[in-house]
Structures are given as C-alpha cells and as structure tokens.
C-alpha cells in the first residue's frame, strides 16, 4: 500500500488550439478555459509516494533553472520540486526513484539544479531514475520538430550519473506499482498505477494531461503520433475501467486528481 501526495510545481500557458488539435475553439473551450489571447493554463502535478522502504517521485516539473530561456511559456508560481520534497518532510537525498514519464522539459527539468557557482548537479543523487528506452532513444536524436521539447541539462546529467535504469516493457517496479509504456505524444511513455488505501490511482502523464482529453479524440497537436495516442488512451481508459483506478492528472490547473467513474465519455 502507497501513499501519496501532489506536488503542485508551477504553472504555464499553452495555446489552446495546440492543445486540443483537432477540436474546434467554441468546442474545446467549453471544456477547458482560455485567456483573451486562447491561451490556456497548464498545471505541473507531480507525485509523491512512499511506503516503508521507498519515497518515490513521478516527474519533476520544469525545475527553475533556466526559465529565463523558457519565458514564451510565461511559467509562474513554479518551485522546485526538491522543495516540494522537503515540505512533506523528506530530504532529497531519501528519495528512491524517480519516474518520468517522459523526458519534455516540463516533465523532467527538475531532475537537475544549479549551485551557486552555474554548475549543474543531480537533484535526487541517490535515486534510481526510471525512464522507457524508446523515450531516452528518442532523447538522445529526437525529430527535429520534437527536439524543441528536449534539454540536455535537464536529464544528461543524471544519465551519466550511471543512476538510469531503462525500461523496455510493463512490469511490476515494486509491490503494488506497476508501469507501462505507452506511444502516441512521444515514444515509450510510462503511466504508473499504484495501490492506495482508497484503491488504485494513476499517473497517466501526456497520455491523458487534462480531464478534458479524456475523449479519445481531444488530442494535442504536440503528439507526434496522433492515431497511436488514440489507441493509447482506448488501452489506458479500458485498465481505468476494469481497476475502478482514480486519475491524477498531470496538466489539468482545475482538475488535479478525478474519479473516471464519474466522467461521462
Ligand atoms: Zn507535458
């Protein structure tokens, strides 16, 4: 049994017609809320869960390091994750693993931080960091309309720090914690399921990053393949379905945590 706390680490805006692709304006924002500009506002909700032997992290937020670059996504109210860490009385250094979703800077840029001095060092030094081979294939020469979604100082840091375990299929990380992989926004995304007091909750990351794609055809124009993203969230809602799994979702600013049963489509 888990248990597990969000770790709220900023905020950013996105526009809403890239957000939602394929769904008309006047539908979408029925759905999820623009500014003047159609600009939408998009959470960073990371988790925090823990049991007697293991404090374990799933993504990191953007991280405040280089958001000075990053100031056409106008970031705010962003903390570190380390901090959000230690708010729930863990030092960095107690956290087990850390498992990212995938490796876009607003999932992974907390993994590193600057010292005083611009050197770059590894957030969670003693933590095993999870990611899906495909995902870190890609990293390492992503497409060239993908590539603006990657930085190197967010994760090669910790890939050179040996602390990197690649993960090619589903499996079960831990007793009551599985993952799986997942196409569609990027390759081999992981979504992690976990037992709670409460029941199973997961993380679906991009796969399902607001309440409002819930629908399997509310698809992000950041997907680079968007029929396998359609074919990802089918998969995922049947799982939700058949395990009566709560969701916490990673971008929603409205809807951080909701009961699939509840939702209509
Ligand atoms: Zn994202």
Redesign the pocket.
């Known amino acids: 049994m888990w248990q597990y706390q969000v770790l709220k680490t900023g905020f950013f805006r996105a526009d809403g017609g890239a957000m939602f692709g394929m769904i008309p304006q006047r539908v979408w924002q029925r759905r999820y809320r623009a500014d003047a500009a159609n600009r939408c506002i ?1 959470a960073m909700n990371c988790l925090l869960l823990w049991n007697d032997t293991r404090v374990i992290l799933l993504d990191t937020g953007v991280g405040t390091k280089d958001l000075g670059v990053l100031s056409s996504y106008h970031f705010r109210d962003t903390e570190d994750i380390a901090a959000g860490v230690r708010k729930a009385r863990f030092a960095p250094e107690q956290v087990t693993d850390v498992v990212l979703s ?1 490796l ?1 800077f ?2 992974c840029g907390g993994c590193t931080h600057k010292d005083r001095a611009g050197k770059l060092l590894v957030t969670f030094p003693q933590a095993m960091h999870w990611v899906g081979e495909s995902q870190f294939t890609n990293y390492l020469s992503p497409h060239t309309l993908e590539k603006s979604s990657y930085r190197p100082a967010d994760f090669m840091p910790v890939a050179e720090s040996g602390r990197m375990t690649l993960l090619r299929d589903d499996s079960e990380l831990y007793p009551g914690l599985r993952v799986s992989l997942h196409d569609g ?1 990027t390759p081999g995304q992981i979504v992690v399921a976990f037992k709670a007091s409460a029941g199973t909750v997961v993380f679906p ?2 796969v399902i ?1 607001t309440k409002a794609h819930w629908s399997g055809e509310w698809i992000s124009a ?1 997907d680079t393949h968007p029929l396998e993203s359609f074919d990802a969230k089918a998969a995922l809602k049947q799982q939700l379905k058949k395990e009566n799994a709560a969701v916490v979702f ?2 929603d600013a409205y809807t951080e945590m909701y009961d699939p049963r509840l939702l209509k489509k």
Do not use: E, K, R
Request: charged letters at 15%; glycine letters at 8%; a negative charge.
């Open positions: 998009l995938h876009h607003d999932h926004h990351g991009d990053p950041y990673y971008h």
